[in-house]
């Protein structure tokens, strides 16, 4: 895209021979529709006539629709990139744009600019600027691959993988591969405007069946976050962004060893959700059958619940898409320290890896037991019978075939569940 | 008298800095959310890192991802990471 001003003074997106500025721009990100760019020039401080190392450009793109200002970028177009003050080093700095580029030309360039529309005079109020709309601006073709790599080789590594919108098969199926990759939990949302057969034949029909996918669906009407007026129809909307900065809230209270409480899954009474004026669907209703019918297709709903303490909106299960009546991985809590523990001791093992053996093996093994004491300490993970009465057990030794080179790390540990049960037997008796 | 890294025949320190081991095993954080979803602004080769004041920078409002974006920042949350896929 070009901005240029003509020697006439016209400030527009259409290059001409004898432009006297010329803004060669491209932006990392595609607009879409609805943008304009403003154009204003002024004079640095002191300066009366305009030459190209004094005049200021402000270039401001800025939603038509909402009027906010997307990027504004402002310096001198005539100075090089390694003068701060100059138009190419503020833009560059921003990291917004992958390339610009600045010509200008001093012949006629005074009269140009003074007679442009967009010019402010010293000591002028400053408000004259040009705006330009923008063309339609589309991104290329969905390339999975590309998705693939930009999230799986990204910095810092993300802790969750949200999904909001299910429908797009392709996408999902990409997820999946990059919830592989990073082992970490993928949260996906089902359309809010579904049936309850709908939804359950959706999640049945992408079968994850891994305990890394979780599906939840929110067949509530709230007011939308646009919404102007009390008496505007309420609409279905989507819960997982909501959820999702619960879990990163809930993440960051770690304790005093670094540990963060996800042995309490987010859901349930303590953890609401608060859009504004809520209310159930009036074609969902959630009775046994249609809870059975969800809790098989492991969807967890969100929706109001009457407790002792008054009425909530929450997410009413904690299961994951793991095919098993009985397993740890169908709970989400579960899951995610069984993730988040993987995941560290694989960090540890990568951090003293290439050293020597013996000292790979006392180091290793010391972070790793450290590690799995405090997680341990912290409540996520709980004493079993099977590991002797331990909460975890793990041998790091020296692989017999190779040990020169390579050590072998077995580890087992037991993780904190959640209830989704109760069986309650009560008789009553006479003496 | 010399203070060296590789001390010959002469008098003299041998000394190569310190060796920084003061740097305890920390667990990294769990503080990351990315929210993947069809926007319609923004770039697709990488994620960006969206806080309220930058929730422009992803177009239009009515759509689902946004407003998932706008729901996880309105918990509190300071800025979330955010990739923009295009149509498939």
Redesign the interface.
């Known amino acids: 895209m070009q901005i240029v001003l003509s020697s006439a003074g016209v400030v527009s997106l259409t290059p001409a021979a004898g432009d006297l500025i010329t803004i060669d721009y491209e932006?990392?990100?595609?607009?879409?529709?609805?943008?304009a760019v403003e154009v204003a020039l002024s004079l640095a401080t002191g300066a009366t006539a305009p030459t190209p190392a004094n005049t200021i450009a402000q270039l401001t793109w800025r939603?038509t629709v909402?009027d906010?200002?997307?990027?504004r970028v402002s310096g001198i177009v005539g100075l090089p990139i390694d003068n701060p003050k100059s138009l190419l080093s503020v833009a560059d700095a921003t990291d917004q744009f992958s390339s610009i580029e600045v010509t200008t030309v001093s012949t006629g360039f005074a009269a140009a600019v003074t007679g442009s529309n967009a010019y402010n005079a010293p000591n002028s109020l400053g408000r004259n600027k040009v705006s330009l709309t923008l063309p339609d601006d589309?991104?290329?073709?969905?390339?999975?691959d590309?998705?693939y790599d930009?999230?799986t080789l990204?910095e810092?590594?993300?802790?969750?993988?949200?999904?909001?919108?299910a429908d797009?098969l392709?996408?999902m199926e990409t997820?999946q591969r990059v919830m592989q990759t990073l082992n970490v939990p993928l949260l996906v949302?089902l359309d809010p405007t579904l049936t309850i057969d709908q939804a359950a034949s959706q999640i049945t029909a992408i079968d994850a069946q891994d305990h890394r996918v979780v599906a939840i669906w929110n067949p509530t009407l709230s007011r939308p976050?646009?919404a102007t007026s009390l008496r505007g129809a309420k609409k279905t909307?989507?819960?997982?962004?909501?959820l999702?900065?619960?879990?990163?809230?809930r993440?960051?209270r770690?304790n005093s060893?670094?540990?963060?409480p996800?042995d309490t899954p987010v859901a349930g009474h303590d953890f609401p959700f608060t859009f504004n004026s809520m209310e159930m669907r009036p074609d969902v209703v959630l009775n046994n059958s249609a809870l059975e019918k969800l809790a098989t297709a492991k969807i967890n709903v969100l929706r109001r619940l009457k407790f002792d303490t008054g009425v909530r909106f929450v997410l009413s299960d904690v299961l994951t898409q793991y095919q098993s009546e009985n397993s740890a991985l169908r709970l989400i809590n579960s899951m995610e320290i069984i993730c988040?523990t993987t995941?560290?001791v694989l960090?540890?093992l990568k951090?003293h890896m290439l050293k020597k053996t013996t000292g790979f093996l006392v180091d290793a093994d010391r972070?790793i037991g450290?590690?799995l004491s405090?997680c341990a300490a912290a409540g996520l993970l709980q004493p079993a019978d099977d590991l002797g009465g331990q909460p975890f057990t793990y041998a790091l030794t020296a692989d017999p075939t190779a040990p020169f080179e390579r050590v072998r790390l077995v580890m087992q540990r037991r993780p904190e569940g959640a209830v989704r049960s109760v069986i309650f037997d009560e008789d009553v008796v006479v003496k | 008298m010399e203070t060296t890294p590789i001390i010959g025949s002469a008098v003299g320190i041998q000394y190569q800095g310190i060796t920084d081991r003061s740097g305890s095993a920390s667990a990294a954080g769990l503080t990351n959310g990315l929210i993947v979803g069809d926007f319609s602004r923004g770039r697709v080769d990488q994620p960006m890192l969206i806080t309220k004041d930058t929730l422009v920078q992803l177009g239009d409002t009515t759509k689902p991802a946004y407003q998932t974006v706008a729901d996880c920042l309105d918990t509190g949350v300071p800025a979330v990471l955010v990739m923009r896929v295009s149509q498939s």
Not at chain 1, 244 to 249: A, P
């Open positions: 932006l990392h990100s595609y607009l879409g529709d609805g943008v939603d909402t906010k200002i997307i990027y589309q991104p290329p073709a969905f390339n999975a590309a998705l930009a999230i990204m810092p590594k993300p802790s969750y993988l949200v999904l909001p919108d797009d392709v996408v997820m949302e976050a646009t909307r989507r819960a997982v962004g909501q999702v900065g619960k879990m990163l809230l993440n960051a770690v060893q670094g540990i963060p996800i988040y995941n560290i960090e540890i951090r972070d450290n590690f405090a």
